[in-house]
């Protein structure tokens, strides 16, 4: 496996952890109140299961089992590119709701997460090909 897809893999999973934890305390915190600040890990929750786990699971296993060029998987620096900017559009959407602006962490994840889509799609696009192409 490439060290890329095993990084996002990994980081994956940790996200999984994560998002799961969060849900189940916003889920406790519903039923019994612990603390109203809890609901600030709400879009944390959202992203780390949605971006964090999801898409960088589809993201790491794609970089590793997308068709090659004989040995080489395209452009290996967009596909670095697109798994640094979905982590920072994570964290940054994440962390909104501890910051003083929210709306600019906010809209600097989404740009950064957008980022990440297009600078992937760009890497695998040569690799979409039938096997032995
Ligand atoms: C891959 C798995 C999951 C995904 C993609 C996911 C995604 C989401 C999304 C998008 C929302 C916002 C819904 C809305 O605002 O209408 C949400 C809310 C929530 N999730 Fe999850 N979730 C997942 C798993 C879990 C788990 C395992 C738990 C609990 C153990 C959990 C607990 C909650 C709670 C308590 C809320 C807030 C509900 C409310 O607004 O009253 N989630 N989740």
Same mark, same amino acid.
Request: charge should be positive.
């Given at each position: ?27 406790? @915190?519903?039923?019994?109140?612990? /603390? ?8 944390? /929750? ?6 964090? &786990? ?9 970089? &590793?089992?997308? %068709? ?6 395209? @452009? ?10 979905? @982590?920072?559009?994570? &964290? ?7 910051? %003083?602006? %929210?709306?600019?962490? @906010? ?15 760009? /890497?695998? &696009?040569?690799?979409?090909? %039938?096997?032995?192409?």
């Amino acid at each position: 496996m490439p060290r890329l897809a095993v990084w996002a893999i990994r980081a994956a999973l940790l996200y999984l952890a994560l998002g799961f934890t969060f849900g189940a305390l916003i889920l406790w @915190n519903k039923g019994l109140p612990l /603390h109203p600040q809890l609901w600030r890990l709400l879009p944390a /929750h959202i992203d780390f299961l949605l971006f964090g &786990w999801t898409m960088q699971l589809v993201l790491g296993v794609a970089y &590793w089992i997308l %068709p090659r060029f004989q040995t080489r998987r395209g @452009n290996p620096l967009l596909a670095w590119l697109a798994f640094a900017l979905l @982590n920072v559009g994570v &964290w940054l959407v994440s962390m909104a709701p501890f910051a %003083p602006a %929210p709306g600019f962490l @906010n809209l600097g994840g989404r740009l950064a997460e957008c980022a990440a889509a297009l600078a992937f799609a760009a /890497h695998a &696009w040569p690799r979409i090909k %039938p096997a032995g192409g």
